[in-house]
């Protein structure tokens, strides 16, 4: 599951419908996620979170987020990578044929059990909340790619010492936030952290200016009570103003992604 990473840059030749970087900084040591995974959610900087909605929610906020009225076409997308809960996953799926481009992700994955119906769904990436031996074990053994969360030192050894070099920060802000990535940083130079829990336009700056972060997750662009109103006029919005705080923070003036509109 690893691969051989440039220590400056790596060019990547985006299919049709990936949205990859031609080239892209990323962390010298090599990652266990797939290249593109890593690009696509590196790229983005933002993963949205759909928390508690329906399979069609979900397609409608994959395009509504991807749309050329969110990215202002020529930019890079606000989120190529939208986690969906488990039990609507294989429903879920259906995103695939609206939007190819983006990057779905199982969460929140608590057993063994849900790892195997991730898997057999489609998904690109499991999530899980902490760092349960037997759930990642598990989606290793399928040869699965995992994002477990982890708040702890000790739960990034345990990840370490079966390879895993990218982790799911949880709760951000409960846990310390920016203090405790900027702590572990010094100790695990080389590890990436994507933070998630409580971080919304307000705290994302902070996090993205910190260089082990490789992406912030957060349902503030999508909440249920936005999807259920139908308000995707305000999704578009917060996906615009997600996108100019990624630009401001995390400027990268040689990338053009494809950004065909739903």
């Avoid at 060019?11 to 990859?20: E, F, G, M, V, Y």
């Avoid at 949205?48 to 749309?67: F, H, Q, Y």
């Avoid at 990057?103 to 769904?121: C, E, K, R, S």
């Avoid at 370490?160 to 920060?169: D, I, N, S, V």
Wanted: proline letters at 9%; a neutral charge.
């Amino acid at each position: 599951m690893s691969a051989s990473i440039s220590p400056t840059l790596l060019p990547i030749r985006a299919s049709a419908t990936a949205i990859l970087a031609e080239t892209v900084d990323l962390p010298t040591p090599p990652l266990p996620l797939p290249i593109a995974m890593i690009v696509r959610c590196a790229f983005s900087a933002v993963i949205a979170t759909l928390v508690s909605v329906t399979p069609g929610m979900a397609i409608v906020a994959a395009c509504t987020l991807r749309s050329r009225a969110a990215l202002c076409s020529a930019d890079r997308p606000v989120a190529s990578s939208i986690t969906v809960a488990t039990p609507s996953l294989t429903r879920a799926m259906a995103i695939r044929s609206a939007r190819p481009d983006v990057l779905i992700a199982a969460g929140t994955v608590l057993t063994t059990d849900q790892v195997d119906a991730a898997v057999a769904a489609g998904a690109d990436l499991i999530v899980s909340p902490g760092f349960a031996e037997r759930v990642v074990d598990h989606a290793l053994q399928r040869g699965a790619d995992i994002l477990p969360g982890v708040s702890t030192p000790t739960e990034v050894e345990l990840g370490l010492g079966r390879g895993l070099e990218t982790f799911k920060f949880f709760p951000a802000e409960a846990a310390g936030g920016r203090r405790w990535l900027s702590a572990v940083g010094g100790p695990y130079p080389d590890i990436r952290f994507v933070p998630t829990g409580g971080i919304d336009a307000a705290t994302l700056p902070g996090y993205l200016e910190l260089p082990n972060v490789l992406a912030c997750g957060g349902s503030w662009l999508v909440s249920r009570r936005l999807l259920e109103d139908g308000d995707m006029e305000t999704v578009r919005r917060l996906a615009q103003e997600a996108r100019i705080i990624v630009n401001r923070v995390r400027p990268r003036s040689d990338v053009r992604p494809a950004a065909p509109a739903c």
